[in-house]
């Protein structure tokens, strides 16, 4: 059974009302999410976020645009590890699909989207106009270097994605969980 985690995501709304509503959530979806929880949560989550008229959709050009492109940058970075440490990044754990080259990939990054919301968040606040231009994909890139706590210590978000990979590959070794989940 896997429910569904807030990990992370607190950090960018826990002062809003809705949180209570979302730990509900979280508490009472299965891993076959018949009732629809994770897309409840995540309409929540986002609107909490970005604002009420908020929606999340891939294709619009607007606030989607910065979060499609700081999701690629950490898929990039969960990839290269699943590589690095000797995965195959076309075996999914739970993302399962012909069209999808990376569903490993796709599984493991669940956890660190929050912090790429936070980062886009953090870039609006500075906009007047969403527009993603060199100077914004440099600003969005620096998630690749914000610090997160691992057992080595403080390290940069790329080492602690490599470590909690690892993690991974230990835990398939001792067929048990002992997932090393860096905190941020």
């Given amino acids: 059974e896997i429910r569904l985690s807030l990990v992370g995501s607190e950090m960018c709304i826990r002062d809003s009302p809705n949180i209570e509503r979302l730990k509900l959530l979280a508490r009472e979806t299965l891993s076959d999410d018949a009732r629809n929880h994770e897309g409840i949560a995540a309409a929540i989550y986002f609107k909490s976020l970005f604002g009420k008229k908020f929606v999340r959709n891939r294709l619009n050009d607007d606030t989607n645009i910065l979060l499609n492109y700081t999701y690629t940058v950490l898929r990039a970075i969960i990839a290269r590890a699943v590589a690095g440490n000797g995965l195959l990044p076309y075996i999914g754990l739970k993302h399962h699909s012909q069209g999808n080259p990376l569903p490993l990939v796709d599984d493991l990054i669940e956890p660190f989207r929050a912090l790429s919301d936070k980062i886009v968040f953090e870039e609006l606040n500075k906009l007047v106009h969403i527009e993603l231009t060199p100077a914004i994909k440099r600003s969005l890139t620096k998630i690749i270097t914000t610090p997160v706590e691992t057992a080595k210590g403080t390290v940069s978000l790329n080492d602690g994605i ?12 001792n067929k048990k969980v002992l997932l090393k989940y860096p905190c941020f």
């Fill in 162 to 173: 490599y470590e909690f990979v690892s993690s991974l590959v230990t835990s398939f070794e």
